[in-house]
């Protein structure tokens, strides 16, 4: 059995080679809008006598909230001393998580490529690439389910720690009779949004991939073989 690389671009023209494509660059958009953000809120402190301040509310990709200061040094806002305030919240463990799982999908997707286009002949004479290929899509199809609903919660755990609400809670200032707080600037979620939309899109198309997996196995191949040919002609009896 020739096992030499052979280039072979007809896999890309069949549903295995192509959504295989697919999965490779939805997996960059998945990971690639989440890890790459980086964004200011603008806080507004209204101090009841015609007087404003203003602060900046900056975090970042893997979203430990916890890191970033409200307030990185002692001073005075509308005539009150205020200490270092960090913002609260930690939604790193979600973020990496779903992170870590695109570029896993990535790399594989990217290894898959390369074993259909050029070992397709090694992979269908043998029993464990197939099946060791169906395990793996089954199984990232599993993670990509519970990396993307835990980066949703994540993420709207980030919009509440820094909306309005969350930021007047953090800062002892803001809970004043004559003082209010408001952000009247957010930064620009977009990215964020779409890292989720991205991350349950990748599901599906795992999921359907593992279909066109999964016939390549022989699983499927004798379970086609052990039915019973529907239109077998029947030998006429001799007369």
């Known amino acids: 059995m020739m096992t030499g690389f052979r280039l072979n671009l007809s896999p890309l023209k069949e549903p295995l080679g192509f959504v295989k494509l697919v ?16 964004g200011t809120n603008i806080i507004s402190i209204f101090c009841g006598n015609d ?28 005539n009150h001393f205020v200490t270092t305030t960090h913002m609260v919240g930690d939604s790193a463990s979600s973020a990496e998580f779903f992170v870590g799982v695109g570029i896993v999908c990535f790399l594989y997707s990217m290894v898959a490529l390369l074993v259909y286009l050029g070992y ?30 835990a980066w949703a919660k994540g993420l709207q755990n ?17 809970k004043g009779s004559n003082i ?4 009247t600037d957010f930064a620009n979620m977009r990215t964020l949004n779409i890292s989720v939309v ?39 009896a001799p007369i």
């Open 23 to 38: 999965e490779w660059l939805t997996a960059i958009f998945a990971f690639g809008c989440c890890g790459g953000f980086s």
């Open 51 to 78: 007087r404003n301040e203003t602060l900046k509310a900056t975090y970042q990709y893997p979203f430990r909230l916890s890191h970033f200061p409200l307030i990185d040094e002692n001073r005075t806002l509308c």
């Open 120 to 149: 397709m002949h090694v992979y269908k004479d043998s029993d464990f690439g197939p099946i060791f290929d169906f395990v793996i899509t089954a199984l990232l199809v599993f993670l990509w389910l519970v990396c993307s609903s």
């Open 158 to 174: 980030v919009k509440d720690a820094t909306d309005t609400e969350g930021i007047s809670g953090t800062l002892a200032l803001c």
């Open 180 to 183: 209010t707080c408001e952000v």
């Open 198 to 236: 991205f991350g349950f899109l990748n599901m599906f198309v795992w999921a359907f991939n593992a279909w066109f997996v999964y016939k390549e196995t022989r699983w499927h191949s004798r379970k086609f073989s052990s039915q019973p040919g529907a239109g077998r002609q029947q030998v006429p």
